[in-house]
């Protein structure tokens, strides 16, 4: 199983590449299945032509637009297979059959019929298939969302139990941060799916979330490396012994964060699900939540969410939890950063939670919200901070070493 990214589809020459890697692993006595992305800036292209004609385009017709990207990209990718004296044939979301639900632009993945790929193997084809879509109970197109070739990729791959899922894109691996941030971050041989999905959750660009949590539910190895050499990538499999003995995997951050905080709310039994049942109801994602309490039954409760999710948010707040609070109760600040440090080898060492403190105070950086998980250390910080913050703990927990 390859899947191909945008940028690794760019143009004509480049599909061209991808074809010849694919037709080089079939000649190594490989059955080849390809996903393949849109272009590289064809769905923001045809996102804009929506936006042209709509402020709020009805979903499923954005579907039906944005879906047309992969299915130009893998009649390419088939046609410059056949140029290169190979035999391919491409499908589209609704001839696999990748079964979703019917939640347009972010739909989840129910059930595929592998058949029609497994014809297209047996007559000696490599099946080239079109990521990101799907197709609900009644027959309309659905896409996976921002990133979805991936997740595509990966459950394809656990359908036919592929040996390996390689994901190809335009960087040759998973490194301990962004190299574009820290010039000095190490590619990383392997990770584990959990530590992949703590990063791909923070920010890291290299997976989407839902095709690491395919390939930990199915045990599909994921493979990430680059498509413009052979070099070996980075591989994403379950923890091994080895991996406890490194205390950070890697460090990362998200920009765009934004918090809220409701002051002197009552401490009522229930609070916490009258606050949050509206946002959830409009699809408002938050992330970290503290409570603190004040004095005379009340306390103050705040929680970070998209900045982009902001203004929506505190909308919501004032019209639908009034009886809770007054609009002056709900404080709102933008310009934050949530910045990480991921490793499974957290659970077997003390103090990476005061070495991450001791660092940061260091550079003068103050801390506005902690969150922790097993193998995960997050601080919300001034945005401002963000790349300063990811250098110092990238030297801090001697990352480049190895």
């Known amino acids: 199983m390859q899947k191909y990214g945008g940028t690794s589809v760019g143009n004509i020459e480049r599909i061209r590449a991808v074809a010849r890697r694919c037709l080089a692993t079939q000649r190594q006595g490989h059955d080849v299945v390809v996903?393949?992305?849109?272009?590289?800036?064809?769905?923001?292209?045809?996102?804009?032509?929506?936006?042209?004609?709509s402020e709020l385009p009805s979903e499923r017709e954005l579907d039906v637009i944005v879906s047309t990207g992969e299915q130009?990209?893998?009649?390419?990718?088939?046609?410059?297979?056949?140029?290169?004296?190979g035999e391919a044939v491409s499908l589209l979301g609704h001839q696999v059959r990748i079964l979703t639900d019917s939640a347009f632009s972010r739909a989840r993945i129910k059930e595929i019929d592998a058949r029609a790929i497994g014809s297209?193997?047996?007559?000696?084809?490599?099946?080239?298939?079109?990521?990101?879509?799907?197709v609900d109970e009644s027959g309309n197109i659905t896409t996976l969302g921002r990133g979805g070739s991936d997740t595509s990729g990966v459950a394809i791959a656990a359908a036919l139990k592929a040996d390996v899922c390689e994901i190809y894109t335009d960087v040759d691996g998973v490194y301990t941060a962004d190299p574009n941030v820290v010039p000095n971050a190490r590619k990383v041989s392997r990770i584990s799916y959990e530590e992949m999905l703590e990063l791909a959750s923070l920010g890291a660009k290299v997976l989407q979330i839902r095709s690491v949590e395919f390939g930990m539910k199915f045990g599909v190895p994921i493979h990430v490396r680059?498509?413009?050499?052979?070099n070996e990538g980075t591989w994403v499999v379950p923890e091994e012994?080895?991996?406890?003995s490194v205390m950070v995997s890697g460090v990362t951050a998200t920009r765009d964060e934004?918090?809220?905080?409701?002051?002197?709310?009552?401490?009522?039994?229930?609070?916490?699900?009258?606050?949050?049942?509206?946002?959830?109801a409009a699809g408002i994602v938050v992330d970290v939540i503290v409570q603190a309490y004040v004095q005379n039954g009340r306390t103050n409760l705040t929680f970070t969410l998209p900045a982009a999710d902001l203004a929506r948010a505190r909308d919501l707040l004032i019209k639908q939890c009034g009886h809770l609070c007054t609009p002056d109760q709900i404080k709102a600040e933008t310009n934050l950063s949530k910045v990480s440090v991921v490793g499974v080898g957290m659970r077997s060492h003390a103090g990476v939670a005061l070495k991450m403190f001791e660092i940061l105070a260091r550079e003068n950086i103050g801390v506005q919200l902690i969150s922790t998980s097993e193998i995960k250390i997050s601080c919300v910080i001034d945005e401002k901070y963000a790349e300063l913050a990811v250098r110092a703990l990238h030297d801090g927990f001697d990352l480049d070493k190895g």
Request: net charge positive.
């Open 72 to 85: 130009v990209s893998v009649g390419l990718v088939a046609l410059a297979i056949h140029a290169e004296g």
């Open 226 to 230: 680059s498509s413009f050499n052979d």
């Open 241 to 244: 012994k080895a991996m406890e």
């Open 258 to 280: 934004s918090k809220i905080t409701l002051h002197g709310i009552s401490d009522q039994a229930g609070i916490q699900a009258m606050v949050f049942r509206p946002l959830a």
């Open 120 to 134: 297209a193997l047996k007559d000696g084809k490599i099946a080239v298939i079109a990521g990101f879509q799907g």
């Open 35 to 53: 996903i393949v992305s849109a272009m590289s800036g064809e769905t923001n292209r045809l996102l804009a032509l929506a936006k042209q004609l």
